[in-house]
């Protein structure tokens, strides 16, 4: 990417986010029904390159189920209500009619409550015995304390999923967690993020991570830009981490490290986007909480909302706009990209002429002249 030189001494590189660019159509175009979207990470196959973020809004041990049984993966919050309470139906319902003005103080009250092992053991157990596959998140803060009861309660997938992780954490105070002896101990793939750039990238991937998260999640509900100053364009910060992925490729010998684009995908659009970029899948919060399962009842919010020091994160209202199947897999009953995700990106990838995931990461993509 060009550098810019913003005042004397000072540079800045060009970056791209995805309404900056778009897909080009090759000369061969095939029938939606014979395109694949299925990916798989590790032993794990899945019918759609799909995450389901783990925040309380959108996955809930229920909804992981559903998601999953859908072709996806639902990634239950182990630091949410359902780890907190024993029945979550009460703050959940609060969180959704408290006023505006009050909602972040509120949340952070609720939050306060203690997370109980005994309930992660539960909503996995709940999980697993849907037979669904179980993935599950805690922050990088919470891996240390709770890694093992999350093991123990048998997790299949296990995302360290934080605003930025890095393999390299400097502290003076709490020892930090060693990220490459952590994952080297686990016998379950690790996703790690987020993260932006080459170098941070190539870190998580020497550490042994399974799969990168590119960027900082919540992307609707995040105000993360405005309180730490940090944003990343997606395009840009995928393609970066893509061509880290093809270095360690080399430099491993052949190990495969799974890029996860997790922000700033809310249409489905941006999923055909983020994989042009050189994504193997997504990371999803919003467009999944305007499902009529979702437990945030139209509400959405992600764990920055109820930071105990510093919030960095808003509830907002999204709505509701059709059930799980049909926000993912269609019929869709709205032309502005929210339903029938992966029927878009199947209907993409085949007026592109692509029939695989990895094969339309090389489709020809313009940046749009404004």
């Not at 794990?44 to 390159?49: A, E, I, S």
């Not at 203690?114 to 157990?125: G, W």
């Not at 799974?258 to 659009?269: E, P, Q, W």
């Amino acid at each position: 990417m060009a550098d810019i030189e913003i005042a004397p001494g000072k540079r800045a590189r060009t970056a791209y986010s995805f309404d900056d660019i778009s897909i080009v159509p090759s000369r061969r175009t095939r029938e939606p029904n014979e395109v694949s979207t299925t990916w798989q990470i590790d032993a794990y196959k899945f019918g759609l390159p799909l995450l389901a973020a783990p925040m309380d809004s959108v996955v809930s041990p229920d909804t992981a189920i559903a998601i999953g049984k859908l072709g996806g993966v639902g990634v239950l919050n182990l630091e949410g209500l359902w780890t907190r309470y024993e029945n979550p139906i009460i703050p959940l319902g609060e969180i959704s009619s408290i006023p505006n003005e009050q909602a972040t103080r509120r949340m952070q009250e609720i939050y306060a409550a203690p997370i109980k092992p005994e309930l992660i053991e539960k909503r996995i157990a709940e999980i697993r015995a849907a037979g669904v596959t179980v993935a599950a998140a805690l922050s990088p803060a919470r891996t240390a304390e709770f890694y093992k009861t999350v093991l123990k309660a048998g997790v299949d997938i296990f995302v360290i999923r934080g605003t930025t992780v890095s393999a390299e954490h400097v502290s003076n105070g709490a020892e930090p967690l060693n990220l490459k002896k952590f994952i080297y101990e686990l016998d379950v793939p690790v996703i790690v993020g987020g993260c932006a750039t080459q170098s941070g990238a190539m870190h998580l991937m020497r550490a042994g991570a399974a799969g990168v998260l590119v960027g900082f999640g919540g992307g609707a509900a995040h105000t993360t830009r405005q309180v730490l100053g940090i944003s990343v364009p997606m395009a840009s910060a995928v393609a970066e981490v893509a061509a880290a992925r093809r270095e360690y490729l080399d430099e491993s010998g052949g190990r495969y490290v799974h890029v996860i684009a997790d922000g700033s995908v809310g249409k489905s659009g941006d999923i055909a986007k983020a994989i042009a970029c050189g994504a193997d899948a997504v990371m999803m919060g919003s467009p999944l909480a305007r499902a009529e399962e979702a437990p945030g009842r139209g509400w959405h919010w992600g764990s920055e909302a109820h930071h105990a020091e510093l919030p960095r994160g808003t509830r907002v209202h999204v709505g509701t706009v059709g059930t799980l199947q049909e926000i993912l897999l269609g019929p869709s009953h709205s032309a502005d990209g929210s339903m029938n995700l992966f029927g878009a990106l199947r209907r993409g990838m085949a007026t592109c002429g692509y029939s695989e995931l990895k094969e339309f990461q090389r489709v020809e993509v313009v940046i749009n002249r404004g």
